[in-house]
């Protein structure tokens, strides 16, 4: 490639850093103009490896992404340009990396804020091995249908608007980063379009300076008119001037100086650019604008004729018989617009694939059921008020709270012995982790194991939706064969009552405004235990009749509401949640105690295997 | 983002701490300066510093300006309660230096020292190299004799050592005993620490020991990050004379509180013409072209935001620019002229930006008509026609005249169209 392009239809580079939406805004400039290849061959994020999806006008397509810009060069042999994303303070390390690499000619480092002695040194470097630095502190360039740096010119529609997917006449170079688009716009309006452009970036050392991009420029054939804007401060117009003088600079250039707003100005005001401020006389604006035009570069009055000279200078080498027309290339692809843009812009909509009426994270704060965490704390809320929230979308009133909360405390444990416990702990002492022990735990839970709450209240509540006596319950599950759930207790009986039990329904006397299911079962128990005395409803049964005239109490459902809340599992619900509590315990009593593998004895197992011959 | 000046005090402080590490023990100072500031409880600092009463004292002011001595701000050879009164005296009072006017608020108090000789050195970061200055003939004066001075440079890609022998030539070898180990440790220090300018001028030896009586010192200040615990002086002082205005201290509060960028300087609170630019180069050449067209007398404020500030930041942004705007009418009795300008912007957000804007324009629609307001808009950028429209929607709807323009209009060309329009009463 000749040696006054920065880069060609076939530029392949490195992204330094995941910036996956530059790639993909590279990408979509590459598409649009027409190039065969992405622009950009590799990702470096240092210390990883693997691939990045990315769109390719309506396809995908995937780019490596290497630990280190060797690795990346090794494998990509086309590599010749780093488009260095590092941050201020790696900025320096990565981007003489990349000076130092055989293959690489462009680093552009978009980095602001990276100390003057090293972007010294760095734009010394790069000098010194013939290669070429845009910036610090730079939006970047662009190669007109060729090569776009990173988020140089703005969006799709931009480009497309300012025809940058195709090479016109026009060399630009300004220090201004934020106006390079602008000056796109006054290009594009007023000539044929745009061959290079580049922002050096705002740095008091730019790696490279507006002189070396405009002797680029002359020494470019197809490169007719040269625009430069350049700021107020340093001495890099002068140089500009020197080659004029020298005979160095021959194409035409419009030039205009930022900054002759500040003679208005007290000393000591500081532009937002480092370099931005004038010591001397000869660095002020005027100064340098006064100078570059009696060199014979063009300046116009001020910066709000910057258009008509340039335009002005290109229609006279288009009498001239020096703009060759350009030819506009035909069918330039449409680049389909992101999702999120369009979906942001509210051009397209799409039903939704999930509901959530239970929480909603998207605010400054989680809520549970429309309430913000920190507001259902400071108001004295606890894991009931939690619960009611998450699990039924509505604050409960206190009374039903508590009681939930006062049946997580009763069923949270049961001794190591039944299922779900020693489960746990045989997991444990596997040595799984944590949660694969309260799963093994939890796994248990079933028509066997802890139903019965569930159950229980299923059935009950069934018969007494049919108005059925206690009697006739008892003696049409006898008749179906089905032990009731929620009644009778090992050791437990009338005369020996479960001071749980006796809690729970003293409690629900006095606060539940209505028991009608708990009397039902009561009722049952006073005909199961005529039969047999520990034939009593229990903490299960207890619980699960309590639940549901619980919920026929909080007022918010009709009997068929509750109904379906009993049948969706809600109350199983508490006996896992309260259990987990102790399975947890188990599991972690386990591991304290540094218990090892289980291993059930031979003597305890009845085998009878046949051997066979 | 740039260069900034340091205190003298904290530049000598960070000397004098530093020195003997670069110099391997060589160079040594025993005595640091005191810093006064209209906190300082002047009578206690000989608790602290027994030197203060043994010693004749120089009070200076530390505000970042120089000629202190031909402005009669430097008290030589002085007893600690002259230096104090002198202090009492000064402090909160206004100084002019050259032109700029300001509140004197700092002093250095540091040890009187008598002496015959007085040495110059001097080093520069410049695109090409580091320049390093020394004369023997240093002092006030110093551009006066400035072929006395000789000039050694270290460029980037060279060692970083330098060999002091070209500028010590025809010194006795008992001045070079001391004096190369001294430039050649400045130099370390000033490109250790991320000096870009630093200044000596003078010193002087007594008793085989270096003595120094003035320095200036500017930092880059990007390269804070390197030197965590050396540069220890916390925020950097702004330039003598800077005092804000409150509106410029608010802005400046919203803009440490945010990554966007809000910038607001006041040049002339009584002007015509004020301006709310989007981005840090548009503004400049808005600036520009207001200037050039020979308004610059009229020219009410420069500033910028940028960096995709939030709707609520442009609102405060804009507020505090439309309630100076509209604090009187113009003593010409004409219209007020507000340019919400812009180039292309990258990224930003057209449409969210200007919702701050329109917002506080709502608020202050009856002010704006009671002075008398005309506003020039133009943008582009993404979705810059939805927030085009809204400005426009909001132009009539509060009944105040609004021309509305995208990419299609040259950037500034609102600025020749609002002064063109001068009492046509446009709509």
């Known amino acids: 490639m000749e040696p006054y392009l920065l880069f060609s239809r076939d530029t392949r580079s490195i992204v330094y850093n995941m910036q996956t939406k530059a790639v993909q805004r590279m990408l979509d400039f590459d598409y649009l103009s027409g190039r065969e290849k992405p622009s950009v061959a590799a990702i470096v994020n240092p210390g990883n490896s693997g691939t990045h999806k990315a769109h390719w006008g309506k396809g995908e397509v995937l780019i490596p992404i290497y630990p280190t810009i060797q690795t990346a060069t090794d494998a990509n042999g086309d590599i010749d340009v780093m488009v260095n994303f590092a941050s201020f303070r790696s900025a320096y390390a990565t981007t003489k990396e990349a000076l130092l690499n055989k293959q690489i000619r462009v680093v552009a480092v978009i980095a602001e804020g990276v100390p003057e002695r090293k972007a010294r040194e760095l734009a010394h470097l790069s000098k010194k091995l013939k290669k070429i630095i845009i910036g610090p502190a730079t939006v970047g360039a662009i190669g007109a249908g060729a090569f776009k740096v990173g988020n140089t010119g703005g969006t799709i529609e931009n480009i497309r608007e300012q025809k940058l997917y195709r090479r016109g006449s026009v060399g630009l170079v300004t220090k201004s980063g934020g106006l390079l688009n602008e000056m796109f716009n006054i290009v594009s309006h007023n000539t044929d379009g745009i061959f290079e452009g580049v922002a050096i970036g705002g740095d008091k050392y730019p790696g490279s300076s507006l002189i070396d991009h405009l002797l680029r420029y002359e020494a470019n054939p197809k490169i007719k008119i040269m625009v430069a804007l350049g700021e107020l401060g340093g001495d890099e117009e002068y140089k500009v001037v020197e080659a004029v003088n020298k005979g160095l600079l021959t194409k035409p250039i419009v030039f205009w100086v930022m900054g002759t707003c500040s003679k208005m100005f007290p000393a000591g005001v500081q532009f937002g650019h480092a370099g931005a401020k004038a010591g001397a006389e000869a660095e002020t604006a005027d100064a340098k604008n006064k100078t570059l035009k009696k060199a014979g570069v063009i300046v116009p009055h001020s910066f709000d004729t910057l258009g008509e000279e340039i335009a002005r200078t290109f229609i006279k080498l288009k009498d001239e018989g020096k703009i060759t027309p350009i030819e506009e290339p035909r069918n330039v692809p449409n680049i389909p617009m992101d999702y999120a843009d369009a979906l942001k812009r509210g051009i397209i909509r799409k039903p939704t694939s999930f509901i959530s009426t239970v929480a909603d994270d998207r605010g400054e704060e989680v809520n549970y059921g429309g309430y913000p965490i920190s507001e259902i704390v400071h108001s004295g809320g606890k894991i009931g008020d939690v619960i009611s929230l998450l699990w039924f979308g509505r604050r409960f009133p206190k009374w039903a709270t508590d009681f939930m909360e006062m049946a997580l405390m009763i069923v949270a444990d049961h001794g190591p012995a039944v299922s779900g416990a020693h489960n746990a702990i045989i997991a444990s002492r596997a040595g799984k982790d944590l949660i694969s022990c309260l799963c093994s735990g939890l796994l248990t839970i079933g028509p066997r194991f802890g139903g019965a709450i569930d159950d229980c209240a299923k059935y009950m509540s069934d018969a007494f939706r049919r108005g059925i006596v206690p009697r006739d319950f008892v003696k049409e599950m006898k008749d179906k064969n089905v032990k009731i759930p929620g009644i009778g207790h090992r050791v437990k009986s009338l005369e020996n009552p479960d001071g749980r039990v006796t809690l729970l329904i003293e409690y629900a006397r006095k606060n539940f405004p209505r028991t009608d299911l708990l009397d039902f079962a009561l009722g049952v128990q006073t005909v199961t235990t005529q039969k047999k005395s520990n034939l009593i409803l229990n903490v299960d049964g207890t619980i699960g009749v309590l639940m549901v005239d619980m919920l026929r109490g909080v007022g918010h459902y009709n009997d068929e509401e509750v109904r379906n809340i009993v049948n969706l599992g809600y109350l199983n619900g508490f006996f896992v949640l309260g259990r987990s509590i102790g399975l947890i315990g188990h599991a972690l009593d386990q591991k304290r105690m540094g218990e090892r593998l289980y291993r059930h004895p031979w003597e305890d197992i009845l085998y009878m295997v046949e051997r066979k011959e | ?427």
Do not use: C
């Open chain 2, 1 to 427: 983002m740039a260069r900034r000046g340091i205190r003298e005090y904290d530049a000598k402080r960070i000397f004098y701490r530093m020195m003997p590490q670069y110099t391997g023990e060589k160079i040594k100072f025993d005595i640091m300066p005191i810093l006064v500031d209209p906190g300082t409880e002047i009578e206690k600092l000989p608790e602290e510093n027994p030197w203060l009463h043994n010693m004749r004292l120089v009070v200076k002011p530390d505000q970042l300006f120089g000629k202190r001595g031909k402005s009669g701000l430097v008290l030589l050879d002085a007893s600690f309660e002259e230096a104090a009164n002198f202090i009492r005296q000064k402090m909160g009072k206004s100084a002019k230096i050259g032109q700029v006017k300001g509140k004197l608020t700092h002093f250095l108090v540091e040890p009187f020292i008598p002496h015959d000789s007085e040495y110059y050195v001097a080093i520069k970061m410049e695109a090409d190299a580091d320049h390093i200055y020394f004369s023997t003939q240093g002092g006030v004066d110093i551009e006066s004799v400035w072929e006395t001075v000789k000039e050694v440079s270290v460029s980037p890609l060279e060692d970083q050592e330098f060999d002091s022998e070209p500028l010590l030539e025809g010194l006795s070898a008992e001045e070079k005993k001391l004096l190369a180990p001294f430039l050649k440790g400045t130099y370390q220090f000033f490109l250790n620490h991320d000096f870009v300018y630093f200044e000596i001028n003078p010193f002087t030896i007594v008793d085989r020991k270096i003595k120094v009586l003035d320095m200036v010192a500017k930092v880059d200040d990007t390269a804070a990050y390197q030197n965590v615990g050396v540069w220890d002086f916390g925020e950097f002082p702004e330039p003598f004379g800077k005092d804000p205005t409150p509106e410029e201290a608010y802005i400046k509060s919203l803009d440490e509180k945010t990554g966007a960028s809000l910038k607001l300087t006041i040049l002339n609170p009584e002007g015509r013409i004020w301006t709310m630019v989007a981005g840090g180069g548009a503004s400049v050449v808005y600036a520009d072209t207001i200037v050039d067209m020979g308004f610059g007398k009229e020219l009410s404020n420069y500033g910028e935001y940028s960096g995709d500030p939030s709707t609520e930041l442009t609102y405060l942004y804009a507020k505090t620019i439309l309630s100076m705007m509209t604090r009187s009418k113009h003593r010409s009795g004409k219209e007020k002229v507000l340019i919400i300008g812009g180039g292309i912007a990258n990224f930003t957000d057209v449409a969210n930006t200007f919702t701050g804007i329109i917002q506080a324009m709502k608020e202050y629609s009856d002010q704006m008509k009671e002075v008398g307001v005309r506003i020039y808009v133009r943008r582009g950028g993404p979705n810059f026609k939805a927030g085009l429209e809204k400005m426009k929607e909001v132009g009539s709807e509060i009944g105040i005249p609004i021309k509305v323009y995208g990419p299609e209009l040259h950037m500034t060309s609102i600025i020749p169209m609002a002064l063109r329009d001068e009492g046509k009463g446009v709509n």
